[in-house]
C-alpha cells in the first residue's frame, strides 16, 4: 500500500462520521424544504416543490421574511461593528508599552469571553428584568423612569445588541492586539519625527496595517452574529411580540424564526426552506471570506 493510499485510510473514519452528523442532516433538511411536512401533514406529507420558497420569497411570508431578514442585517452589522470599536480602543490601550498592570487588564477584559455564553445571557436577562433588574433599580434611585429593556421592541433591541457586543468585544480585542504588535514600531518613529500626531498615524498608520487581519475576522464575525442563535433566543425568545407581526417577534432574526416555525408551529418544511435560505447566505459569506484571504489558493 502506497502513502497516498494510506493516507485516504487514515482520514475515512473521520470523513465516515462527519458524513452522519453533518452530510445526511443537511440533505435531508434540503429534502424537506421541498414538501409540506407539518403537524397536520406528518405522515401523508408530499413533495410541493419550490412552494415554500415561493411562499417565503413572493408569497405570505415575504412580508415577514424581508422584516426579520432586514432586522438580522441590522443585528448583524451593528454587532460585529460595535465589538470591533470597543475592541479596537480597548487593544490600542492595552498595547502601550506606559501601561501598568497590563496583564491583569487584559484578563479582566478577556472574562466575557471566557464565561459560557448561555450564562452571560441568562445574567444579563436577570440584570435587565424590568421589576428586580439590578439596571432598573440603579435608574430608579437616579429618580428617572424604569426601562422596558426587554418588553419594548426598540429597547429589546438595544438590549441584546448591547449583550452582543459585550460578548465578541474580547475576541476583536485580542485579534487587534496580536496584530498591533505586529506592526514595526520604525513606522511610528519616523512619524513621530515628521510631526504627525497621534489621531493622524492612528488614521494613516495603524488602521491600514490592521486591515488585512481584521477583514477576514470582520466577515466572519458577520456571519456567526447572522447565525447567533443563543443570543436572542435566551435573553427574549425573538420578543416582545408585534402588532401584526405574526409569529416574528421584534428581536427575531432569521434563525430564531426558523426555530419557532419548526418547533413552536410545527411547520417542519417551511422551516427547513428558511434553513436552507439561511446555509447558502452563510455559503456566500464563506465563500468571500475564503477568497479574500486566500484560504484554499494554490500558492505552487
Not at 1 to 13: E, L, Q, R, V
Amino acid at each position: 500500500m502506497n502513502s497516498t493510499k494510506a493516507a485516504y485510510w487514515f482520514i475515512f473514519p473521520a470523513l465516515f462520521f462527519a458524513g452522519l452528523a453533518v452530510l445526511i442532516p443537511t440533505l435531508y433538511t434540503f429534502y424537506l424544504s421541498f414538501t409540506d411536512w407539518s403537524l397536520y401533514h406528518f405522515k401523508d406529507y408530499h413533495v410541493v416543490g419550490f412552494r415554500n420558497y415561493a411562499e417565503i420569497l413572493f408569497g405570505a411570508q415575504v412580508g415577514v421574511f424581508l422584516r426579520v431578514f432586514l432586522w438580522t442585517i441590522e443585528w448583524s452589522a451593528i454587532s460585529v461593528f460595535g465589538a470591533l470599536v470597543v475592541g479596537m480602543a480597548f487593544a490600542l490601550v492595552l498595547n502601550r508599552k506606559d501601561l501598568e498592570v497590563r496583564s491583569a487588564y487584559r484578563t479582566l477584559l478577556i472574562v466575557p469571553w471566557a464565561v459560557p455564553s448561555f450564562i452571560t445571557v441568562l445574567m444579563w436577562g436577570g440584570l435587565m428584568d424590568s421589576d428586580f433588574g439590578l439596571l432598573n433599580q440603579v435608574v430608579r434611585g437616579l429618580g428617572l423612569q424604569a426601562v422596558p429593556w426587554l418588553t419594548d421592541p426598540f429597547w429589546a433591541r438595544v438590549s441584546v445588541l448591547m449583550v452582543n457586543v459585550w460578548l465578541t468585544f474580547p475576541f476583536m480585542m485580542s485579534i487587534t492586539l496580536g496584530a498591533l504588535q505586529s506592526i514595526p514600531g520604525d513606522l511610528y518613529e519616523a512619524a513621530d519625527i515628521d510631526g504627525a500626531s497621534k489621531p493622524t498615524q492612528l488614521w494613516k498608520i495603524t488602521i491600514p496595517m490592521l486591515r488585512n487581519a481584521l477583514v477576514p475576522v470582520i466577515i466572519t464575525s458577520f456571519a456567526f452574529a447572522f447565525n447567533n442563535f443563543i443570543g436572542i433566543y435566551l435573553l427574549t425568545k425573538g420578543g416582545p411580540a408585534l402588532a401584526g407581526g405574526g409569529e416574528a417577534g421584534a428581536t427575531d432574526i432569521l434563525v430564531s424564526y426558523c426555530f419557532k416555525l419548526g418547533f413552536n408551529l410545527s411547520r417542519y418544511g417551511l422551516a427547513s426552506a428558511y434553513a436552507v435560505l439561511i446555509f447558502l447566505i452563510i455559503g456566500t459569506l464563506s465563500v468571500i471570506n475564503s477568497s479574500l484571504t486566500g484560504a484554499f489558493r494554490d500558492e505552487a
